[in-house]
C-alpha cells in the first residue's frame, strides 16, 4: 500500500514538473541586447536619445504593454505591433537635457513575455 502510495505521489510531481517546464517554454520571451545605456557628458540643451533593442526568443508573438518612466524628464517611444518570434524591437528613451547635474533614470517594460515583465532598462548620465 506505501510503495502504491509513494509511486503515485512521483507520479503526479513528475506530471507536474514536466507541465510546468513545458508552459516555460512556450510563450512570448524578451531579451534585450543591453538593459543599461550611459550618455556620459551631454551639453545642456542637446538632444539626448538611445535605442534598446531586444528580441522575441519565444515561440509566440510579443507584445509591449506599455513603457513606463520615472519622471516626465524620460520619453520613451515603442511599436506598438507585435514583434514575431526570433524578430527584433526597438524601445527607444529620450531624456530633457534642459537641467545641469547628474542624472539616473529607470525605463520599465511591461509585456505579455513569459521570462520577465516588467523589464527593467537604465540610462545615466551628465548634462553640463
Known amino acids: 500500500m506505501k510503495k502504491t502510495l509513494i509511486i503515485s505521489l512521483l507520479s503526479c510531481l513528475l506530471l507536474a514538473g514536466t507541465s510546468l517546464a513545458q508552459g516555460n517554454k512556450s510563450g512570448a520571451r524578451i531579451k534585450f541586447i543591453k538593459t543599461e545605456y550611459n550618455f556620459g557628458s551631454v551639453k545642456q540643451?542637446?538632444?539626448a536619445e538611445c535605442r534598446f533593442v531586444f528580441q522575441n526568443?519565444?515561440?509566440e508573438p510579443?507584445?509591449?504593454?506599455?513603457?513606463g518612466t520615472t519622471c516626465g524628464c524620460t520619453v520613451p517611444e515603442w511599436s506598438k505591433k507585435p514583434v514575431m518570434?526570433?524578430?527584433y524591437g526597438i524601445v527607444k528613451v529620450s531624456y530633457n537635457t534642459s537641467h545641469k547635474g547628474s542624472f539616473r533614470k529607470v525605463v520599465s517594460v511591461k509585456s505579455n513575455a513569459a521570462n520577465q515583465s516588467p523589464y527593467i532598462l537604465r540610462i545615466s548620465g551628465?548634462?553640463?
Open 126 to 128: 551628465k548634462v553640463e
Open 62 to 67: 510579443l507584445v509591449l504593454a506599455s513603457v
Open 45 to 47: 540643451n542637446n538632444p
Open 57 to 59: 526568443t519565444g515561440n
Open 85 to 87: 518570434p526570433g524578430k
